[in-house]
């Protein structure tokens, strides 16, 4: 066996560990299709001294498993008696044995501490000594160890508009530099290089978070960057939602009722150096008032696209050896932001695929509308040349009008038409000038250059335009998540292929340090996408360390009453079922139950524990009618925003909280509030059954499901079954019946959809549902001619997903609506978890369906799973190719009649054998399987 890939749970990055416990995980690939994990060992070291070849053995000094006789893979917790040192590089390596006594080792893993002590054991502490000097004795802890505290000084300009830090360094020239290490912080937003060179491939660190509570910073590996004579480290900080700057433009938080507040009002940067030498010292550099500052060329930084950038005020070289920097003043000591200094745990943020124009428009002499031909989230980059002065307007839509010009279709959204715009002012060099956003970005399908021209210098150009600056080159780059992509999925069928590319790039372009549900107008926490689409974005991005950063989030933004609002961070403070809606605030209990069912990690379980007791004692007072939930948005998204089914979906959302926290209860080994919470749930079923569950209507021969919108009429809709079938609230003996109701209504409705954004999910789910299985409902539904209907969104030339079931929609990237997504890879391609982590996974192969052809893959926590499906034409025969991960178990599921006539498994060289053939149910051990099935 081979370890192939090595991590540690929660974290993406690992340079700025801290915390004293964490917890690994490892994926193997066995080239014998028989060969299991037995026992596995892990060992920390201090020191990677002496290893003479990437497998070589470290010496554990820090940590040591022992052999432990075991097959897990995941949430192996490391503990070190003493805690980590801070400020450290650690080695870690797992070997493993297999059942014969094999062993194997990982390569050598790494990473690097912060000051781990600093949140545990020592007490808070401002980190701004400069200001207050006379504190030393109030805070002897902290200067009677110094090595465990952070040091450096909050620093700025005093200002809030974008500001350059620089600091030159003179390093001893008698001591070989062995790494150099970064920690910084600059908000709301920042740009960190060294000697020219950016520090990293980041933008828009560090993530967002409620900056009263919690500021992340990010740490960076500079040793490739760093020189024997004179290192010049810059710092280029911008407003971000810390210090929102609305300017003339367009800023959602402030829209309508100006209800943002400033988290601060001066933007502030620190940073601490850390240079280990080859002879073992270290020396830490920190901001402090010998930094240099001054204003940035970027006069305004609108996080929603809208900077202005003057060139003609960009000091060259600025950032780099050898500047000269009498002019700049020195930084000020700045009180700072009143939060925590956090690591960023999740990926950060970076720029992907690369969009250049499919077409472009000129709309009247200097403007020019280019077409990407794909909405995403971008940030843009330009070349222009002109005479210096010269300002050249860029506009981002991501619809346009008649004419082809930048357009808002929501008249209520008119100020984001034209209110959202950069401005770019040219140096006049005479060579081309590049502008792209420091510190925003948006969704964008078409891009607007005004006061340029892209062929002024042609024979049909006017004489005014021939004066105006030449366009050289438009391109974007889609900004998202750095998180590792994870899933692909084709077909034989175009229409639900561009479906399956319209929800994979809404779903990435909402994507950052938390889940957006729309990068454009909005770019807010809504916490309800992050639970509806976590099974659907798993196969999207590695998403674990994102929820993990979210649910820090969630306790930042918690209330002192348990209430759990909608939005986290809260940057726009929002009021009634906006503020208050379970179907949002369950965020807080279902987030810890998906992370340990798709990544198999219980790690966030011991600090979310008692913010969900909170939260359910909370909604314990907003009980009606002994244990229903009724004061929320309902299925919000509905006929655009129709709040209906509250007492359906929000009692249901209530009782599968209830549900989670047992299940953590259980966990952590508290074993009566285990058994609290699992008899409060079953209250909650009870009275749910009692007043929602109709067994004696006249009006239809079934049990069915009622809703109570209207008191005394007995409705029967396809999402009131589906909630109650989804969260198990259907006693067994009315399931058949239930299920019945819930076609019956779909067939009445001519299968169209009638669910807003909450329903449609457990719409879809139900229809994927073993006994119901129809996927020809699911397709009829999306290929409705008329809304709601996701094939019109597309038919209308759509690349990704509209807000509402609308054809002129305010914004045209929005996720909510994409749960559908998880139905091509659990129904289409077949691929459903069992186990925690796809431990053991069910394959139930589309042999109902159209689709004579399905490719996807998944890359679980275990490995890839592969799946290949392909009817043969003819004979009525289906191939069936299969990879199951090393440490996993495959089921595969048949339909009634249908069987296997052969086949095969077999790994890289380690031999195979037969599958058993035969119908029912087949178990598919590890490695390719490849198999005919006869329906």
């Given at each position: 066996?081979?370890v192939t890939?090595?991590?540690i749970?929660?974290?993406?990055?690992?340079?700025?560990?801290?915390?004293?416990?964490i917890r690994f995980?490892?994926?193997?690939?066995?080239?014998?299709?028989?060969?299991?994990?037995?026992?596995?060992?892990?060992?920390?070291?201090?020191s990677?001294?002496d290893?003479?070849?990437?497998r070589?053995?470290l010496?554990?000094d820090?940590?040591?498993?022992?052999?432990?006789?075991?097959?897990?893979?995941?949430?192996?917790?490391?503990k070190?008696?003493?805690?980590?040192?801070?400020?450290?590089?650690?080695y870690?390596?797992?070997?493993?044995?297999d059942?014969e006594?094999?062993?194997s080792?990982?390569?050598?893993?790494?990473?690097y501490?912060?000051?781990p002590?600093?949140s545990?054991?020592?007490p808070?502490?401002?980190?701004n000594q400069?200001y207050?000097?006379?504190?030393?004795?109030?805070f002897?802890t902290?200067f009677?160890n110094?090595?465990?505290?952070?040091?450096?000084?909050w620093?700025?300009?005093?200002?809030?508009?974008?500001i350059?830090?620089?600091?030159?360094?003179q390093?001893?020239?008698?001591k070989?530099?062995?790494?150099?290490?970064?920690?910084?912080?600059?908000?709301?937003?920042?740009?960190?290089s060294?000697n020219?060179?950016?520090?990293?491939?980041?933008?828009?660190?560090?993530?967002?978070?409620?900056?009263?509570?919690?500021?992340?910073?990010?740490?960076?590996?500079?040793t490739?960057?760093?020189?024997?004579?004179?290192?010049?480290v810059?710092?280029?900080?911008?407003?971000?939602?810390?210090?929102?700057?609305?300017?003339?433009?367009?800023?959602?938080?402030?829209?309508?009722?100006?209800?943002?507040?400033r988290y601060?009002?001066?933007l502030?940067?620190?940073?601490e150096?850390?240079v280990?030498?080859?002879?073992?010292s270290?020396?830490?550099?920190?901001?402090d008032?010998?930094?240099?500052?001054?204003?940035?060329?970027?006069?305004?930084?609108?996080?929603?696209?809208?900077?202005?950038?003057?060139r003609?005020?960009?000091?060259?070289?600025?950032?780099?050896?050898?500047?000269e920097?009498?002019s700049?003043?020195?930084?000020?000591p700045?009180?700072?932001?009143?939060?925590?200094?956090?690591?960023?745990?999740q990926?950060?943020?970076i720029?992907?695929?690369?969009?250049?124009?499919?077409r472009?428009?000129?709309?009247?002499?200097?403007?020019?509308?280019?077409?990407?031909g794909?909405?995403?989230s971008?940030?843009?980059?330009?070349?222009?040349?002109?005479?210096?002065?010269?300002?050249?307007?860029?506009?981002?839509?991501?619809?346009?009008?008649?004419?082809?010009?930048?357009?808002m279709?929501?008249?209520?959204?008119?100020?984001f038409?034209?209110?959202?715009?950069?401005?770019?002012?040219?140096?006049?060099?005479?060579?081309?000038?590049?502008?792209?956003p420091?510190?925003?970005f948006t969704?964008?399908?078409?891009?607007q250059?005004?006061?340029?021209s892209?062929?002024?210098?042609s024979?049909?150009?006017?004489?005014?335009?021939?004066?105006?600056?030449?366009?050289?080159?438009?391109?974007?780059?889609?900004?998202?998540?750095?998180a590792?992509?994870?899933?692909?999925i084709?077909?034989?069928?175009?229409d639900?292929n561009a479906?399956?590319?319209?929800?994979?790039?809404s779903?990435s372009?909402?994507i950052f340090?938390?889940?957006?549900?729309?990068?454009?107008?909005?770019?807010?926490?809504w916490?309800?996408?992050?639970?509806?689409l976590?099974?659907?974005?798993?196969?999207?991005?590695?998403?674990?360390?994102?929820?993990?950063k979210?649910?820090?989030?969630?306790?930042?933004?918690?209330?002192?009453?348990?209430?759990?609002?909608?939005?986290?961070?809260?940057?726009r403070?929002?009021c009634?079922?906006?503020?208050?809606?379970?179907?949002?605030?369950?965020?807080i209990?279902?987030?810890?139950?998906?992370i340990?069912?798709?990544y198999?990690?219980?790690?966030?379980?011991?600090?979310?524990?008692?913010?969900c007791i909170?939260?359910m004692?909370?909604?314990k007072?907003?009980?009606?009618?002994?244990g229903?939930?009724?004061?929320?948005?309902?299925?919000?998204?509905?006929?655009?925003?129709f709040?209906?089914?509250?007492?359906?979906?929000?009692?249901?959302v209530?009782?599968?909280?209830?549900?989670?926290?047992?299940?953590?209860?259980?966990?952590?080994g508290h074993?009566?509030?285990?058994?609290?919470f699992?008899?409060?749930?079953?209250?909650?079923?009870?009275?749910?059954?009692q007043?929602?569950?109709?067994?004696?209507?006249?009006?239809?021969?079934?049990?069915?499901?009622?809703?109570?919108?209207?008191p005394?009429?007995?409705?029967c809709?396809?999402?009131?079954?589906?909630m109650?079938?989804q969260?198990?609230?259907?006693?067994r003996e009315?399931r058949?019946?239930?299920?019945k109701?819930?076609l019956?209504?779909?067939?009445?409705?001519?299968?169209?959809?009638?669910?807003?954004?909450?329903?449609?999910?457990?719409?879809?789910?139900?229809?994927?549902?073993?006994?119901?299985d129809?996927?020809?409902?699911?397709?009829?539904?999306?290929?409705?001619?008329e809304?709601?209907?996701y094939?019109?969104?597309?038919?209308?030339?759509?690349?990704?997903?509209?807000?509402?079931?609308?054809?002129m929609?305010?914004?045209?990237?929005h996720?909510?609506?994409?749960?559908?997504?998880?139905w091509?890879?659990?129904?289409?391609?077949?691929?459903?978890?069992?186990?925690?982590?796809y431990?053991?996974?069910r394959?139930?192969p589309?042999?109902?369906?159209?689709?004579?052809?399905?490719?996807?893959?998944?890359?679980?926590?275990?490995?890839?799973?592969?799946?290949?499906f392909?009817?043969?034409?003819g004979?009525?025969?289906?191939?069936?190719?299969?990879?199951v991960p090393?440490?996993?178990?495959?089921?595969?599921?048949?339909?009634e009649?249908?069987?296997v006539?052969?086949?095969?498994?077999?790994?890289?060289?380690?031999?195979?054998?037969?599958?058993?053939?035969?119908?029912?149910?087949?178990?598919?051990g590890?490695g390719?399987c490849?198999?005919?099935?006869?329906?």
């Amino acid at each position: 066996m081979e370890v192939t890939r090595c991590g540690i749970h929660g974290f993406h990055e690992a340079i700025g560990i801290d915390t004293n416990q964490i917890r690994f995980f490892w994926v193997l690939e066995a080239h014998n299709t028989q060969a299991k994990q037995a026992a596995y060992r892990v060992v920390v070291s201090s020191s990677k001294s002496d290893l003479d070849s990437p497998r070589a053995s470290l010496h554990p000094d820090s940590w040591d498993s022992g052999r432990v006789e075991s097959d897990a893979q995941r949430n192996v917790i490391c503990k070190p008696e003493a805690g980590f040192k801070s400020t450290t590089a650690y080695y870690w390596q797992v070997t493993v044995w297999d059942q014969e006594g094999h062993s194997s080792k990982s390569a050598v893993n790494e990473l690097y501490t912060s000051y781990p002590r600093s949140s545990g054991l020592l007490p808070p502490y401002s980190m701004n000594q400069t200001y207050m000097p006379h504190t030393s004795l109030i805070f002897r802890t902290w200067f009677d160890n110094e090595a465990d505290r952070w040091k450096a000084v909050w620093i700025g300009n005093g200002g809030d508009k974008p500001i350059y830090l620089r600091k030159s360094i003179q390093p001893p020239s008698s001591k070989p530099v062995e790494r150099v290490i970064i920690f910084a912080s600059g908000l709301g937003h920042f740009n960190l290089s060294v000697n020219g060179q950016p520090a990293s491939t980041h933008v828009l660190d560090p993530g967002w978070t409620n900056y009263h509570r919690t500021v992340q910073f990010v740490g960076y590996d500079v040793t490739a960057n760093w020189t024997t004579e004179e290192n010049v480290v810059g710092a280029h900080v911008g407003n971000g939602f810390y210090a929102g700057d609305k300017g003339d433009r367009f800023f959602w938080p402030m829209y309508e009722d100006n209800t943002y507040v400033r988290y601060g009002n001066e933007l502030c940067f620190f940073a601490e150096i850390h240079v280990h030498y080859t002879d073992g010292s270290h020396e830490t550099i920190i901001s402090d008032p010998t930094w240099k500052v001054r204003n940035s060329a970027t006069t305004l930084a609108n996080i929603y696209a809208s900077e202005d950038h003057d060139r003609r005020l960009y000091p060259v070289g600025w950032d780099s050896p050898g500047y000269e920097d009498s002019s700049w003043g020195p930084a000020k000591p700045l009180t700072g932001p009143r939060g925590k200094l956090r690591y960023q745990s999740q990926p950060p943020i970076i720029l992907h695929n690369t969009f250049t124009p499919v077409r472009s428009q000129t709309l009247r002499p200097g403007v020019t509308m280019f077409d990407l031909g794909q909405n995403s989230s971008i940030m843009t980059r330009v070349e222009i040349s002109g005479l210096a002065g010269s300002e050249i307007i860029i506009r981002f839509s991501e619809t346009i009008d008649d004419n082809g010009a930048v357009f808002m279709p929501d008249p209520l959204f008119k100020e984001f038409e034209q209110g959202v715009y950069t401005k770019f002012i040219l140096a006049g060099t005479g060579e081309p000038e590049t502008w792209t956003p420091d510190f925003s970005f948006t969704s964008a399908r078409y891009i607007q250059i005004e006061g340029a021209s892209v062929n002024h210098s042609s024979s049909s150009s006017s004489s005014s335009s021939s004066t105006l600056p030449t366009i050289h080159s438009v391109s974007t780059q889609h900004t998202s998540s750095a998180a590792r992509i994870l899933g692909s999925i084709k077909t034989d069928k175009d229409d639900v292929n561009a479906l399956i590319n319209a929800c994979y790039w809404s779903f990435s372009s909402n994507i950052f340090s938390y889940h957006t549900d729309c990068p454009q107008i909005e770019k807010f926490g809504w916490l309800e996408v992050t639970s509806l689409l976590a099974p659907a974005t798993q196969y999207i991005r590695d998403m674990e360390s994102v929820y993990s950063k979210i649910l820090d989030d969630i306790i930042d933004t918690q209330e002192s009453n348990g209430l759990v609002p909608t939005m986290a961070p809260e940057i726009r403070y929002m009021c009634g079922p906006l503020h208050d809606t379970i179907t949002w605030g369950c965020a807080i209990a279902f987030l810890p139950e998906l992370i340990k069912r798709y990544y198999g990690s219980t790690e966030v379980f011991a600090k979310i524990y008692q913010p969900c007791i909170r939260y359910m004692e909370y909604m314990k007072t907003k009980e009606r009618h002994g244990g229903l939930i009724e004061h929320g948005l309902g299925d919000w998204g509905r006929d655009i925003a129709f709040g209906n089914h509250q007492a359906n979906i929000e009692t249901a959302v209530y009782y599968r909280c209830l549900c989670n926290v047992a299940l953590m209860a259980k966990e952590l080994g508290h074993t009566e509030d285990e058994a609290k919470f699992s008899a409060w749930a079953e209250r909650i079923y009870k009275v749910y059954n009692q007043h929602l569950l109709i067994t004696d209507s006249q009006e239809r021969p079934y049990t069915f499901y009622t809703s109570l919108d209207e008191p005394g009429k007995h409705d029967c809709t396809m999402v009131a079954q589906a909630m109650a079938l989804q969260f198990n609230l259907v006693p067994r003996e009315h399931r058949k019946d239930v299920i019945k109701a819930f076609l019956t209504d779909i067939s009445k409705s001519g299968n169209r959809i009638q669910a807003g954004e909450i329903g449609l999910k457990y719409l879809w789910n139900t229809l994927s549902e073993p006994d119901v299985d129809r996927p020809d409902i699911v397709l009829a539904m999306a290929r409705q001619e008329e809304h709601p209907s996701y094939m019109r969104f597309l038919r209308r030339g759509e690349t990704t997903l509209l807000e509402f079931w609308q054809d002129m929609c305010r914004s045209k990237c929005h996720d909510m609506l994409g749960t559908i997504y998880e139905w091509f890879y659990s129904a289409v391609l077949g691929v459903e978890p069992v186990g925690d982590a796809y431990r053991t996974w069910r394959l139930r192969p589309p042999f109902k369906s159209e689709f004579g052809f399905v490719q996807g893959e998944v890359d679980c926590p275990y490995g890839m799973i592969r799946v290949r499906f392909e009817r043969r034409s003819g004979d009525g025969r289906v191939e069936l190719e299969v990879r199951v991960p090393t440490s996993t178990v495959c089921t595969l599921v048949l339909p009634e009649g249908a069987r296997v006539v052969e086949g095969l498994s077999g790994g890289g060289g380690g031999g195979g054998g037969g599958i058993e053939t035969g119908s029912g149910d087949i178990a598919l051990g590890q490695g390719m399987c490849r198999l005919m099935i006869v329906l």
